[in-house]
């Protein structure tokens, strides 16, 4: 909204729970379960790509990371329909076989092959989120406050907060808010320490492994719908070292294991639109958030400032009775 020149106050207060603050910022445009592409896929990454690399002028930040994602398949029966995956228009434009030869990813196991998807990076969410809110912040623009809907008070011309008022609220309250349609999902994952393994690029064989540096390697991530709140559980640890050990057959050392809610939505898709005379949500981008978060917060300006429609499979409406 600062870009078309609009006057932004942000509140903000830091809240446990939260999956962007342990985000690792994967970007993958297809779905590994089906291996069918995500939705608007080759939209999305133009437009996110776009806005990180921007982002990183203004803020002198590496923030978009470009990687290819390699795919050790666990059957032979996926690899059989990644095979005929790559024999579609569509999707043969992000995923190939992978019949090269590299010395370290040809020492995993992979009996069944691997392949590639192409276009893949991924983002530094924490510094992203802690230079944002150092900048919003030497400009007066964010007050770490935890705003209820019984603090907005509705006036005739819009909405006020305290002593702070504007003609428009748009709330972004991930999986803490009470909205129609959301579904918090918790993942968690690990940062581990794998020494000489010297993985160059993300894996993927049951979980993801993302290599930040000095044999140091991100690892996740798990789904679950039930006790989101719950925080880091034995279970999820469990089953993460397992996926890896198998995939990397080295001794692992756990540094960290963390975890955090994704606000998604019962359909997947974001939620975005209306919600009162003055008021808005931004919300439901669930465990896409990174690559989703640049084309929704455009939709939702050129809906506000321009009058665009809104997308129909996004709307806020399609909730309600």
């Not at 809240?15 to 779905?31: C, D, H, K, L, Y």
């Not at 996926?78 to 095979?83: K, L, N, Y």
């Not at 909205?179 to 064989?205: D, M, N, Q, S, Y």
């Not at 995939?247 to 939505?265: Q, Y």
Request: contains cysteine; proline residues 6%.
């Amino acid at each position: 909204m600062q870009d078309r020149g609009k006057r932004v106050l942000v509140f903000d207060a830091p809240r446990t729970g939260r999956a962007s603050e342990v985000a690792p910022g994967v970007v993958n445009p297809v779905s590994l379960r089906r291996t069918v592409l995500t939705w608007r896929a080759s939209e999305m990454l133009a437009i996110a790509g776009a806005f990180y690399r921007d982002l990183g002028l203004r803020y002198e930040h590496s923030f978009w990371n470009p990687t290819h994602l390699v795919v050790i398949f666990p059957t032979a029966q996926e690899a059989g329909i990644w095979q005929l995956r790559t024999t579609e228009p569509e999707t043969s434009r992000f995923v190939r076989m992978d019949t090269s030869s590299d010395q370290v990813l040809d020492a995993l196991p992979q009996p069944f092959g691997r392949g590639i998807i192409e276009r893949c990076a991924w983002v530094h969410v924490q510094a992203l989120l802690h230079l944002h809110r150092t900048h919003l912040r030497t400009q007066g623009a964010l007050l770490e406050e935890q705003v209820e809907d019984a603090h907005i008070e509705r006036v005739a011309d819009g909405v006020r907060i305290g002593e702070h008022s504007a003609p428009i609220v748009i709330r972004c309250g991930g999986p803490f808010d009470d909205l129609e349609g959301l579904v918090p999902v918790k993942g968690e994952g690990l940062t581990v320490r794998i020494p000489g393994l010297f993985i160059p690029k993300a894996v993927h064989r049951g979980v993801f492994v993302l290599p930040i540096g000095d044999d140091v390697y991100r690892v996740g991530a798990t789904f679950g719908w039930d006790d989101v709140w719950s925080g880091p559980t034995d279970e999820a640890r469990h089953h993460l070292l397992d996926r890896l050990e198998r995939m990397v057959e080295r001794e692992v050392e756990v540094l960290d294991h963390w975890c955090g809610v994704r606000p998604a939505s019962k359909d997947r898709r974001p939620i975005l639109g209306r919600t009162g005379e003055h008021e808005f949500v931004f919300n439901g981008l669930g465990s896409r958030g990174v690559v989703l978060a640049p084309w929704c917060a455009q939709h939702l300006c050129d809906h506000l400032f321009d009058g665009a429609e809104l997308d129909e499979a996004v709307r806020v409406e399609r909730f309600r009775v």
